[in-house]
């Protein structure tokens, strides 16, 4: 069970925009920041968006974050097939006095 | 560039220990905090603990308290992640990243992993 809460699985077309939510509390998202992350299988996972909704260089602007109160959400306009990977969301715990992550989110480019 | 490179699969025994090794490179490793992260098989990603290579101070998931210990050689640019006791639950990639930014930061970038088996 994950101190943040996503949901297991999302998917789209090709060019469509899918959303991926990522709930806590107020010891989490609602008290720091939030970081999303893209995992493929057997690879490294990669730093897609940091500090709610700041692109690292190299990200495409196809992705966005934003957050609002114990809440964040990951958006991805444009869905393109490589695309498919497992998302993450990740924040500072005050009361766990650690970082948790939600339980990650599979895409699936249909 | 900025790197992390870390050692390589393990297999081990239950009850056994495993320390799993994380080489910086492209930046100074005092600098910034190192985290580890895990996944087990099929599973999400799992916070372990936190240490300043500067200081050597660490912080722990509390369900990891006890049986894990992050220590650095700076002389290297080395960190290290030693977890004991270890049981079957505990098979799992290991990945190192370090803490950039500012406020707590964020995970950037992450070692490739290290394949960590306990199996009788």
């Known amino acids: 069970q994950s101190v943040l809460t996503q949901p297991p699985s999302a998917s789209g077309t090709p060019g469509q925009r899918v959303t991926i939510s990522c709930s806590g509390s107020s010891s989490n998202i609602g008290s720091s920041t939030v970081n999303w992350y893209q995992h493929l299988p057997g690879t490294a996972p990669k730093l897609l968006i940091y500090s709610n909704n700041q692109r690292p260089s190299g990200v495409p602007d196809r992705f966005s974050g934003s957050k609002s109160g114990t809440s964040a959400s990951l958006a991805i306009s444009g869905l393109q097939s490589e695309d498919e990977a497992d998302f993450y969301c990740?924040?500072?715990?005050?009361?766990?006095?650690?970082?948790?992550f939600g339980g990650g989110t599979k895409l699936t480019v249909l | 560039q900025v790197q992390l490179v870390q050692s390589g699969a393990e297999v081990k025994k239950p009850g056994a220990s495993v320390k799993v090794s994380c080489k910086a490179s492209?930046?100074?490793?005092?600098?910034?905090?190192i985290n580890w992260v895990r996944q087990a098989t099929g599973q999400g990603l799992e916070w372990m603990g936190w240490m300043s290579p500067n200081s050597g101070n660490t912080g722990y998931a509390q369900k990891f308290q006890g049986r894990v210990t992050i220590t650095r050689n700076t002389s290297i640019s080395t960190a290290y992640m030693e977890l004991t006791s270890l049981r079957s639950e505990d098979t799992a990639v290991y990945y190192c990243a370090r803490q950039y930014g500012d406020y707590v930061g964020w995970f950037d970038p992450w070692g490739q992993g290290t394949l960590v088996t306990v199996s009788s």
């Open positions: 990740a924040s500072w715990d005050d009361s766990l006095i650690g970082w948790v």
């Open positions: 492209g930046y100074t490793f005092t600098s910034y905090n």
